[in-house]
């Protein structure tokens, strides 16, 4: 349930859904897409496009859906739709991240995980029944599932319930042969799914107004950390890692907005998505980032984290050799999955983290009067 800033339930329409026009499941694993301006109106029903799924028929805009990750769930609740009835791991999408926007708030206790050990035809056909589209990029799930292929794909889609999204959060997956869509390109296609165009409007705008705020705390290049971006191994007491490199996907987007230097770019080590390698304190030390970002910690607050990982790492023989740890910049990375709320709250934790910048850099009010719908 999305609440506005006065409180009030957010009301939403429910839809009829009618299937057409998607791309057939083979031709849109294949990397297949439709151009267009991403939607348009006929007479009668709705038509939006996103690669690699093509173009999809509605005769109203949706009101159930399910979503791949919590990037895709952000987006909705921006856009003032009901938060989604599943996504990929309910896990990785925090919604402990809108506590700081007054007003706004996602219980994430009624979103169902969609993978456990598996995924099955099975499982999305009954999701179907109760969701009128999975905002979901059909390569990811075969991509990621020894259980599905494009015939599943296309037998899922064949029983009325489209897919329509596009993996964003890494560039790294080499199934992804078709064009990638930044947090915003990738917002604007789903306000055009919901009929919400004025809503991402003011958001964009709001971004716009942010990406200026955040420009005037940064430093001189020359003067920003060299940063570790990682999955620890185990998470609180980590002896291994999993490297990512910043990408030009949205998982990265507040780093990248913060011009840091990527610790890894001029090494041999490779992205995790890339490789599924891990790392080691030896190798770290070889590198010694001046900051390390550690992800999959985001359940904790800063205090706990400091508690666990940092206390470990300050007491293990080689990991206490580290810069980063000897001067304590070891901090929670941020979430693999940000949409345009979320990655406003990252990234400004992220200036705080790396450049010690203690203000607020965007307008939380402001959000949560347009997630009410509230666009002045």
């Known amino acids: 349930m999305v609440s506005n800033a006065d ?22 694993l294949a990397g297949c897409t439709v151009e267009d301006d991403g939607g348009r109106q006929s007479e009668g029903d709705m038509t939006v496009s996103m690669p690699p799924v093509g173009e999809v028929s509605f005769e109203e805009p949706p009101e159930t859906w399910a979503a791949n990750n919590g990037s895709w769930a952000d987006m909705g ?3 003032g739709q009901e938060p989604p009835e599943a996504v990929y791991l309910a896990r990785r999408y925090h919604t402990q991240y809108y506590d700081d926007i007054p007003g706004v708030s996602v219980d994430g206790s009624d979103i169902d995980s969609l993978w456990t050990s598996e995924l099955s035809v099975e499982q999305f056909l009954s999701l179907g029944e109760d969701v009128d589209v999975f905002v979901m990029d059909p390569n990811f799930l075969v991509g990621r599932s020894k259980s599905l292929d494009d015939s599943d794909i296309e037998q899922i889609e064949s029983a009325g319930t489209p897919f329509f999204g596009n993996s964003i959060f890494s560039r790294g997956y080499e199934w992804h042969d078709y064009e990638y869509l930044s947090l915003y390109e990738a917002f604007e296609h789903l306000a055009k799914l919901f009929q919400e165009t004025e809503r991402y409007e003011a958001f964009e705008s709001l971004h716009e107004q942010f990406q200026s705020n955040l420009e005037s705390v940064l430093p001189p290049e020359d003067e920003r950390p060299s940063v570790a971006i990682m999955w620890p191994q185990p998470l609180n007491e980590p002896t291994k890692f999993s490297p990512y490199l910043i990408d030009e996907g949205t998982s990265f987007k507040q780093w990248r907005d913060l011009g840091v230097e990527d610790a890894f770019a001029t090494t041999d080590v490779k992205d995790f998505h890339n490789n599924r390698g891990r790392i080691d304190y030896e ?8 900051v390390l970002l550690l992800r999959g910690n985001e359940a904790k607050t800063a205090t706990e984290f400091e ?5 470990f790492m300050r007491n293990h023989d080689v990991a206490s050799r580290l810069t980063a740890v000897e001067n304590g910049d070891v901090y929670r990375g941020g979430s693999l999955y940000q949409g345009p709320i979320t990655n406003l709250v990252l990234t400004e934790r992220a200036a705080s983290q790396v450049y010690g910048v203690d203000e607020e ?13 509230e666009f002045e």
């Open 7 to 28: 409180g009030q339930t957010t009301k939403t329409r429910r839809t009829v859904l009618k299937y057409g026009g998607t791309l057939a499941a083979g031709a849109a």
């Open 77 to 79: 609740v921006a856009l």
């Open 283 to 290: 190798t770290l030390l070889e590198i010694d980032p001046d």
């Open 307 to 311: 508690e666990t990982v940092l206390s």
């Open 361 to 373: 850099l965007f307008d939380r009010r402001r959000v949560a009067d347009i997630v009410a719908g």
